[in-house]
């Protein structure tokens, strides 16, 4: 518990600490040309670079490391028994997360057109890392004792496939921060007549020729198909992930109500015809009143685990009791043998509607390609708008 409080205070401040004091701890005066004179001085810019980030790496995991000593030191004079094997796997999961935003701050930093905005993306960054820890299972996993005990565990796609998701993004967002940095330190935005001055490069020299006015920009049919195209797919991405969200809340285990109506993946086939298997089901939310008829489809908890539901089509109702019933029985048990005869009061939820293709969808996107797609590529193509398009038009030019 101490160490799993720690994380969450750590990757909270230090969100906080990055995003208060940007300037400092990013590459964002590279742009500023904050390095103009250390390039004409002869210092290697792609060395520096290096410095830099290595620096704000070891800064901060120096701050990180010290506070979870520390978190250590105060949980071993409690009376409860200090357990040595949780210290690494737990060290390494708040460490990953607290990189995921020193380098999401360095490359946007590096790919923002202002600091406001970056900083708005480190939030973003925040916010999507915390809803995959929810869709991945990775607080099921943290707060697991018998698996927190190997650090192994931290990356076993059996258990979540967030540390490996986590992993990937962390190296992904390293390599973009250095290729961005050599990029950007290549160029320096010198303010009045800079005609004909030569500026020193770290591998040659460059002319700066005087800035023209620039033309207005009219915007082209494909041009403007093509930014319908991306609200389109940002839109629905978020859709998705919103009825992902909801779906998955809705299973045997734990149940979620959206405007009375409870969302349920079907994972058997013992309701075909009506409901087949991996349909998106939705129950509308009944009382003890509600008045039910032979044929109807309910939703009802199993009298031997509060913790599970039954899904079952009404067959007769006798008094209080109303006796239900599978529609399509498994192989080689006989039909009628598991009716459940249970109170009224039991039943809560009416079958409402089922939707195979949204079933599909949330199905898809609940595996490894599936999140790649709906959470990742969205972000990116919002992220590198400006590169993406520039690519487009240098493609176009050369056809």
């Known amino acids: 518990t101490m160490t799993y409080t720690y994380n969450l205070v750590a ?32 210092y290697n810019v792609t060395r520096v670079i290096l410095y830099k980030m290595f620096t704000t790496i070891v800064i901060v995991m120096m701050l990180y490391t010290t506070g979870f000593a520390l978190a250590m030191l105060l949980s071993s004079l409690f009376k409860y028994v200090f357990v040595i094997d949780y210290f690494l796997p ?13 380098q999401a701050a360095l490359v946007f930093s590096l790919f923002s057109q202002s600091k406001n905005q970056a900083k708005n993306y480190i939030l973003v960054v925040i916010i999507v890392n915390e809803v995959l ?32 998701v986590l992993l990937t993004a962390v190296s992904v967002l390293a390599l973009f921060s250095y290729i961005g940095a050599r990029k950007k330190s290549d ?15 770290h591998d040659g020299s460059k002319i700066i020729s005087p800035h023209g006015k620039k033309n207005n920009v009219v915007l082209s049919i494909p041009s403007i198909l093509f930014k319908a195209l991306l609200v389109f797919i940002l839109i629905c991405s978020m859709a998705f992930n919103a009825l992902i969200l909801i779906a998955s809340l809705g299973s045997n285990t734990k149940e979620f109500s959206v405007f009375g109506y409870i969302p349920y993946i079907i994972k058997s086939q013992t309701m075909e015809d009506a409901i087949y298997k991996n349909d998106l089901a939705l129950f509308k939310r009944i009382d003890s009143q509600y008045p039910l008829e032979a044929g109807d489809i309910v939703l009802f908890p199993n009298p ?28 080689l048990v006989e039909k009628g043998k598991l009716q459940q005869i249970i109170n009224r009061k039991a039943i809560y939820g009416l079958f409402y509607d089922n939707y195979r293709v949204l079933g599909a969808i949330v199905l898809f996107i609940n595996t490894f390609p599936g999140r790649v797609i709906s959470l990742f590529l969205p972000v990116i ?19």
């Open 11 to 42: 990757y909270f401040f230090f969100a906080v600490y990055f995003i208060a004091k940007f300037s400092n701890m990013t590459l964002s005066e590279i742009g500023e040309n904050k390095w103009y004179l250390l390039s004409k001085m002869g």
């Open 90 to 102: 737990a060290f390494v999961s708040g460490a990953l997360n607290v990189l995921l935003i020193v």
């Open 133 to 164: 820890k929810f869709a991945l299972g990775y607080y099921k996993l943290v707060t697991n004792r018998v698996l927190m005990s190997n650090v192994l565990n931290l990356f076993d796609p059996d258990n979540s496939i967030y540390g490996i």
């Open 187 to 201: 160029y320096y935005s010198l303010k009045g007549d800079v005609s004909g001055l030569t500026i020193v490069k």
């Open 304 to 331: 031997d685990n509060s913790n599970d539901v039954y899904i079952m089509e009404v067959v007769d109702i006798e008094g209080e009791n109303v006796v239900t019933d599978m529609k399509k029985y498994p192989v």
């Open 381 to 399: 193509m919002l992220f590198f708008y400006s590169q993406i398009t520039a690519f487009i038009r240098r493609f176009k030019a050369a056809l």
